[in-house]
């Protein structure tokens, strides 16, 4: 049974669209996300914006949700309800509860006003009591339109839309029987060859086809070879590496190395792809203090070429020091949200003040 009488937007202070625009959308948006797992009710309504550029920190108690938020931000987890958009792209299935429009459309909707309830009553009504049909079509045509025409404008290829983001676990995560340059051109050559297939069977249907046309239809353009896929994936892979002072490792197996070295080589492995946005979960808490150090360098190294970063961490220091906002979640929802100045001088909720006061 859906939660969702926590929606913060109600009928009165939104028309329906919550969709970023253009240019200024952000890299990130989760809106008002709900995840259960079973009974168990781990988000329950959180919003959030991650802009451009920006370095924000989650933090928060062992087992408070940080986790799964950050994995429902990648779609790791699908959310129980709620929207994640990226860019301006909506990522998963259309939330009804976020689009009045929407709701307007509906059966239960016209049933509800034609009860003699007021357009606000009744889009309260409908949310505090989740009275959209699970399956949807009983809503009617109009509203199975509408909710077609918000995926069809804002939707995009998922898989497509992962591949700009970086992820990074606390548990490295590394092809154990792959040596450290073949675990960083992995992604990049697979995705790219997988292209280049794809083009080259496209191609062929397009010549097969033209013998048949009138109008011929051009081929698309292919400029580039299976061996030249992997000798720029191999070239930029011992520049990374060689910008973390690791080139010496590219040809052992992740089993050799440290865990600062380890944990190094699967942020770079994430940054092969390109990435637009890279999302951290606890990165340093599986390494030896003294390891602790050169992972974090790393990562404000990072923070200033501009990377857009999400970093769930136990680090204050981190969070106080790197971080341009700060994302305190407990119980499932995001209790205070600030400048690193804000949450850690200032702190105003009382369970933020008190998991400071363990922490700090
Ligand atoms: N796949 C899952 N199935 C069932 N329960 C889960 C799943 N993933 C997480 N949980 C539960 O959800 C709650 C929140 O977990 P989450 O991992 O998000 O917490 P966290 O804030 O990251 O904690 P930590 O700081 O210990 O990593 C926990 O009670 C956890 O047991
Ligand atoms: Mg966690």
Redesign the pocket.
């Known amino acids: 049974m859906p939660d969702v009488k926590n929606y913060s937007q109600n009928a009165s202070e939104n028309t329906g669209s919550v969709k970023p625009e253009g240019e200024a959308a952000p890299m990130l948006r989760v809106n008002n996300i709900y995840k259960n797992?079973?009974d168990?009710k781990?988000l329950k309504g959180v919003s959030a914006e991650i802009r451009r550029g920006e370095v924000v920190s989650i933090i928060?108690?062992?087992?408070?949700?940080?986790?799964?938020?950050l994995?429902c931000m990648n779609l790791l987890?699908t959310p129980t309800f709620g929207e994640v958009w990226m860019e301006g792209k909506l990522l998963t299935p259309v939330d009804p509860y976020l689009h009045f429009d929407v709701i307007r459309a509906s059966a239960t909707y016209r049933g509800l006003i034609d009860g003699g309830m007021s357009d606000e009553e009744a889009i309260d009504e409908i949310k505090s009591c989740d009275l959209l049909k699970e399956k949807h079509s009983a809503e009617g045509k109009e509203y199975r339109a509408r909710m077609k025409a918000i995926k069809k404008e804002n939707g995009i290829d998922v898989n497509l839309m992962r591949q700009k983001m970086g992820m990074v676990f606390q548990s490295f995560n590394l092809f154990a029987n792959m040596t450290v340059l073949k675990n960083i051109m992995f992604a990049p050559v697979t995705i790219r060859t997988r292209q280049l297939r794809a083009a080259k069977r496209k191609n062929a249907w397009i010549s097969f086809s033209n013998l048949f046309r009138k109008e011929k239809r051009e081929l698309i353009p292919i400029g580039t070879t299976k061996e030249q896929i992997v000798a720029e994936a191999r070239e930029q892979a011992m520049n990374l590496l060689t910008r973390i002072g690791l080139a010496e490792k590219a040809d052992a197996y992740p089993s050799t190395l440290s865990g600062g070295q380890k944990q190094r080589i699967a942020i770079v492995r994430a940054l092969a792809m390109n990435p637009d946005v890279m999302l951290f979960?606890?990165p340093t808490s599986a390494l030896d203090p003294e390891m602790i150090g050169e992972v974090l360098d790393l990562m404000k190294m990072l923070a200033k070429t501009g990377m857009t970063m999400v970093v769930?961490t136990?680090e204050m220091g981190f969070a106080r020091e790197v971080s341009d906002r700060v994302l305190f979640?407990d119980e499932g929802y995001i209790k205070e949200e600030g400048t690193p100045e804000q949450i850690f001088k200032n702190p105003k909720d009382p369970r933020l003040q008190d998991f400071l006061s363990k922490v700090l």
């Open positions: 797992f079973g168990l781990v928060g108690a062992s087992g408070s949700g940080k986790s799964t938020l994995r987890e979960d606890e769930v136990h979640v």
